[in-house]
């Protein structure tokens, strides 16, 4: 079997080809379908080991060395699962982005035990033992909690709701302009077009290997083009800048190294 890293995510918001060629150590890349309900994304690959039945049905012959899994709006539940499950402790990276999302416990706060996927992952990230990149936009959804929240609530909770700061540093967090249009519906609003000629970033936070990244709406005030910039345009960088540098900076067969440029 070949050895390669392993990057999942799921067709609602999978990985660009574009970013394949910033791996440069032997990558495959899976985009796995959706499936007919987000609360059972695993129906198809069961447990203890998902990741197993996945690289086998869509990568054959690959003998997994690092596993990354990338989700996207509604596809980070699937994320969520993979990292409750068996497998989860054997993840080396995750990419949520702008979809982290939980109901309300009692006190209208994020409900713990929908977050405890995510948290357990970002206590190894903080000591920087894994990867942990969670964006967001300041979309404010109905009767749940945002991803704001949700991102609030990971980093109050690992760093003692200590206010914003980074360490180590980040890479060079400045993105090409782009622009994004809206068709008009019921749900979305009038037709329109949203420029960004640059990221409407919050402070950036990081701790280790938990990287928080924020964005301000421009899309005011339903914010619709502002998820879809965060697919478009965020979703890549996050790969590029922060996964595929820590891959290619660090050795596969070398797990005790680490890695502060990814």
Request: proline share 10%; charged share 15%; glycine share 8%.
């Amino acid at each position: 079997m070949a050895e390669a890293d392993v990057v999942i995510a799921w067709s609602h918001g999978g990985i660009p080809e574009s970013v394949h060629s910033a791996f440069q150590r032997p990558t495959k890349f899976i985009n796995l379908p959706n499936p007919t309900s987000w609360a059972q994304s695993l129906a198809d690959y069961g447990y203890p080991s998902p990741v197993r039945a996945m690289v086998a049905k869509f990568a054959p012959g690959t003998q997994p060395m690092r596993v990354a899994l990338l989700g996207f709006s509604a596809s980070c539940q699937g994320v969520s699962q993979v990292l409750a499950s068996a497998d989860g402790g054997r993840v080396d990276s995750v990419l949520a982005i702008d979809g982290i999302h939980v109901g309300y416990d009692q006190n209208h706060k994020p409900n713990a035990a929908g977050m405890k996927p995510w948290f357990e992952f970002a206590k190894y990230a903080v000591v920087n033992e894994r990867l942990f990149v969670d964006s967001h936009s300041s979309v404010v959804p109905p009767n749940y909690a945002s991803t704001t929240e949700t991102a609030n609530y990971l980093w109050d909770t690992i760093t003692g709701n200590s206010p914003a700061f980074v360490n180590p540093a980040l890479p060079d967090m400045s993105l090409p302009a782009a622009s994004v249009h809206v068709s008009g519906g019921p749900a979305t609003g009038p037709d329109r077009t949203v420029e960004y000629p640059t990221p409407a970033w919050q402070p950036f936070k990081r701790a280790g290997g938990l990287v928080i990244l924020g964005c301000d709406n421009r899309d005011v005030p339903r914010g619709t083009a502002d998820h879809i910039y965060q697919a478009k345009v965020i979703l890549p960088a996050t790969l590029t800048r922060f996964l595929a540098a820590r891959w290619n900076a660090m050795d596969p067969k070398n797990p005790g190294q680490a890695c502060y440029v990814g």
